[in-house]
């Protein structure tokens, strides 16, 4: 079964506008962490943002965010004020630390597309 | 700044051929993974290495073997390169958390590789 579930192949979205990439995931596990990946066309892999499992508030960093539902098990990643440079493909990722040592586990991507 | 390099970007084989792709960190992590990217598919993880001289099998193994001989070089050998295993292959290395942790994985820039 998949463990992240990516639902939107492709999104558009205007500059300047908010946009939410969708991401649901399973586990078992109680202790996991989200992870969100940024690759532009370029081919490199940018970290994001994270959210752990046990973590209260919803994770932020400059334009990201990160809306967390637990129970619905979805990790949605919401780009405010889009720009041209945002146009790229983002992958939601798990680890789950039940296990001890563990490699991400990557959703199959959305690529996004800012129209000017 | 943490820097995973892999030894090309491009790289064409024969089918048949023993191909050899490097990656090595700079970082003094203790994992390292392999992944394969292919459209609508997302990354694929092949192998990784939680130790010198450990490995442990991802979720497509076959067809792969790795090499971790040092800690910051982590190889991954094609013994008898095939058309489908034509990919995008990407490398990255973590720091080795315990419990939760919210160490991302940093990635290389990947190698593109097509086998004729």
């Known amino acids: 079964a998949q463990k992240i579930t990516q639902t939107q192949p492709g999104m558009f979205v205007q500059e300047k506008e908010a946009v939410t990439l969708d991401c649901t995931y399973d586990t078992s596990d109680q202790s996991y962490g989200l992870f969100w990946y940024k690759q532009p066309s370029s081919g490199e892999m940018i970290f994001l943002i994270y959210?752990?499992?046990?973590?209260?508030q919803n994770a932020t960093e400059g334009r990201y965010s990160l809306n967390f539902q637990k129970a619905r098990k979805s990790a949605n990643l919401v780009i405010s004020a889009s720009q041209l440079g945002d146009s790229a493909m983002y992958f939601c990722?798990?680890?789950?630390?039940?296990?001890?040592?563990?490699?991400?586990?990557f959703g199959k991507g959305t690529r996004l597309s800012v129209i000017a | 700044d943490v820097k995973v390099t892999q030894s090309s970007r491009y790289l064409v084989k024969r089918t048949g051929e023993k191909v050899f792709l490097e990656c090595v960190q700079d970082m003094d992590h203790e994992n390292m993974f392999w992944y394969r990217q292919d459209p609508g598919l997302g990354l694929r993880l092949i192998y990784f290495s939680y130790d010198v001289k450990m490995k442990e099998k991802g979720d497509i193994p076959e067809g792969y073997s790795v090499s971790r001989e040092k800690k910051e070089r982590f190889s991954l050998i094609l013994e008898s390169a095939s058309t489908n295993q034509t990919s995008m292959y990407l490398c990255?290395?973590?720091?080795?958390?315990?419990?939760?942790?919210?160490?991302?994985?940093?990635f290389g820039p990947g190698t593109r590789l097509t086998v004729t």
């Open positions: 959210q752990g499992s046990y973590d209260e």
């Open positions: 990722a798990m680890r789950e630390y039940s296990s001890g040592n563990t490699p991400l586990v």
């Open positions: 990255a290395s973590s720091l080795q958390g315990a419990g939760v942790s919210s160490y991302e994985q940093y």
